[in-house]
Structures are given as structure tokens and as C-alpha cells.
């Protein structure tokens, strides 16, 4: 099975889900900061492939190659954009943490996706992320992007294409800069499950 960054859908609702308890606090916290913007949770849909009305990709290869990026190239506490459980298209500033246990935590980080943006967009820079990256991510499309190429010979490194060096590295930056620009454009919370 392995594990996947989808687009909230009442589809993962059901009564042995941790994600009910965690939709309930998470309003409740929103609601003390003063933010009563509702979350949108859809129905689930049978759409064609590309649509891109849902978010599903698999995590497939190692985060070593995005962890030494994020690094390399981004300030103290800037990486910490990309660190949640819980995903929401909804600006506040740092993170929510709640006591309750999301799929693969015992406790529940939410961060927000605007501020996440601006920094994979830097990430997406640095590494030249081709244009023709999938925009809609329905149905493993940048997983098929990348994990469909074959990894560059060592010693012939295309420093014009950096993202074809590490393509676990690209696959991960594509991914947040996905997940994020598409839970504010589908007004729609992304999780792990």
C-alpha cells in the first residue's frame, strides 16, 4: 500500500478514522485564533484522470535527497513549512498541534498552505523544476513523472537540469509546491494516509 498525500474527502470519514476528531478540534482551535473560515471537505468523485479536482500521490522514495536541500538552501526554520500532518488552505503563522493521533503520528500538526508556497517556489527555482511538471494530481501524476525516469549516470550530471540529478529530491519539492497550490485552489485540506 505505502503512504499517500491525498486531498480531504468525506471517502476517509468513516467511523475507525482518526480524521472526524481531528477536523472537530482543529475548528475548535481555529475558532480561539479568531478564524472562522469553514474547512470544505467534498464528496469523493469519479472524475477522468487529470481533471484535477482531487490530490492523490504516493511517497514513494527516500526524503534524504529534500532534507539535505532544505538545508542546504533555505534559512533556520524555514523547512518547518514542510513538516504536518495536516495541510489546510487557511493563512495563519507557525503550526496547531493537537493532542490527537493522525495516521501516522500520535499527535496532529497543521500547518498552513500559503505559507508553505513561497518557499517551494524557491526550492522549485533552485532546482530548475521543468515547466511541463503536472499542475493537477489526481491520480499519481507526479509520481509517474518522476519515477518513470530513469536516474542520471554518475559522473554525467546535467548541472543545466539539476532536478534530473536527484529525481527523489525533485519528486518531493514538486510535491509540496502541488499539494500547496492546489489546497488553496481546491479550497480543500490535504493529509497522509
Sequence with gaps: MGVYLVSASTWYFDEESCWPKVFEALVTELEKRGVRTPLHIPEPQQLPRGSGNEFEEKLIPSMDGFSALCADELEAGESE???????????????????????YSSTTTVRSAQPMLPV?????????????????????????????????????LNRAARWRDDLGTAFYVAMYLRAAENSMRLDCPMFYT
Excluded: H, K
Design 120 to 156: 517551494a517556489r524557491r526550492l522549485a527555482a533552485v532546482i530548475d523544476l521543468p515547466d511541463d511538471v503536472p499542475a493537477y494530481c489526481d491520480n499519481l501524476q507526479l509520481t509517474t513523472y518522476f519515477m518513470d525516469r530513469e536516474e542520471p549516470e554518475p559522473g554525467n
Design 81 to 103: 513549512v514542510f513538516e504536518w500532518d495536516l495541510l489546510i488552505p487557511i493563512d495563519f503563522e507557525g503550526a496547531i498541534d493537537l493532542p490527537l493521533p493522525s495516521s
